[in-house]
């Protein structure tokens, strides 16, 4: 089911397209990304995000879910892609006693995440999640997936169905028009996957994926 949870915040960020092509190498900007350390969180803004620090913009979403999927205090949580675990410390503010689970690949990010969830984030990959079938009422993941070749992808996406026990919702970029496509190649550093949302049910329904999802478009 489609659901977005993501635009209204996505669309806060200003980008200035060619800027990004033209104030720093490309190429070297995405080499240093795909490190997924430093550079990547909190270098040069035209490498990536030029500085990722909490500042509570993800309370908005973490109350639409725990609307849209009832979530409560003895809820299970897994997000994979965490990275400094903003999202995952508002379920823990908004729901006192909620478990969460945060996953990700950057050693940097889990090192300077949010002190208060810093013992609930593992590393790893996203196309390998060490956890039992059915374990969690929510598994999240929210602009990672896309970072992943179309292999890694396809098997993430059947082990986010593998171990959510009810729900799963997942963001991934995509474009509906040459222009959106552009954007998005101009602005991307780590993309991988990037498919029209019909590429993408495709995906879906390939991987037996069933969660909730929508897609980030850089009008």
Known sequence: MYIDFITPLHKKTERD????????????AAK????????????????????????GRHRPVAEA???HYNLSNDSVILDVGCGKGFLLYEFTQLLPGITVVGFDISQYALKNCKEEVKGDLIRGSADLLP????SFDLVI???????LYCYQMASALKEIQRVSKEHAYIVVESYRNEDEKVNLLYWQVTCECFYTPDEWAWWFDQ??????YSFIYFE
Request: proline residues 2%.
């Open 65 to 67: 879910m725990i609307r």
């Open 131 to 134: 956890f039992k079938s059915r």
């Open 17 to 28: 397209y060619l800027g990004r092509v033209t104030g720093y190498p490309k190429a070297k």
């Open 141 to 147: 993941s929210i602009n990672t997936l896309h970072n």
């Open 207 to 212: 991987t037996g994926f069933m969660g909730d």
């Open 32 to 55: 240093l990304a795909r490190l997924f350390e430093y550079d990547y969180w909190d270098g040069d803004r035209n490498i990536c995000y030029g500085g990722y620090y909490y500042d």
